[in-house]
């Protein structure tokens, strides 16, 4: 089993700044992937960004590129999502999420974490 716990949430004003933190307990593997989603009020869960714990590739919702910044800390097996230039529309829970494939797709995260709110302030 996988533990996640996320960290980090609040609220900001627009044009601000969160950094998100997912720290990862339990079965971890060098070869396993990190997934940041969201979910709004209303609406599904939303894909944001996600990285291969071993080699470092990131993938990223497009309307986050430029603004978010996901990465890792082998050692403390914690991953982190930067987020700058903070929207409204980014409003929202925030989940981590841990598995084997390099997806944007939910269902092919079997561990999440309990998720962090974020809301922004126009």
């Known amino acids: 089993q996988v533990q996640l716990v996320e960290t980090g949430g609040g609220l900001v004003q627009a044009g601000g700044s969160l950094r998100l933190s997912c720290a990862a307990s339990?079965?971890?593997?060098?070869?396993?992937?990190m997934g940041w989603f969201r979910q709004a009020p209303g609406k599904e869960r939303d894909f944001v960004a996600a990285?291969?714990?071993?080699?470092?590739?990131?993938m990223y919702k497009n309307s986050v590129k430029g603004r978010f910044t996901i990465s890792r800390d082998n050692a403390k097996n914690t991953g982190y999502l930067q987020m700058n230039s903070l929207k409204p529309e980014d409003t929202a829970v925030y989940f981590c999420?841990?598995?084997?494939?390099?997806?944007?797709?939910?269902?092919?995260?079997?561990?999440w974490g309990q998720g962090t709110q974020v809301t922004v302030s126009s």
């Open positions: 999420a841990g598995g084997l494939l390099f997806s944007d797709i939910s269902e092919n995260y079997p561990y």
């Open positions: 339990g079965r971890t593997f060098s070869n396993s992937v």
């Open positions: 990285i291969r714990w071993g080699g470092g590739n990131t």
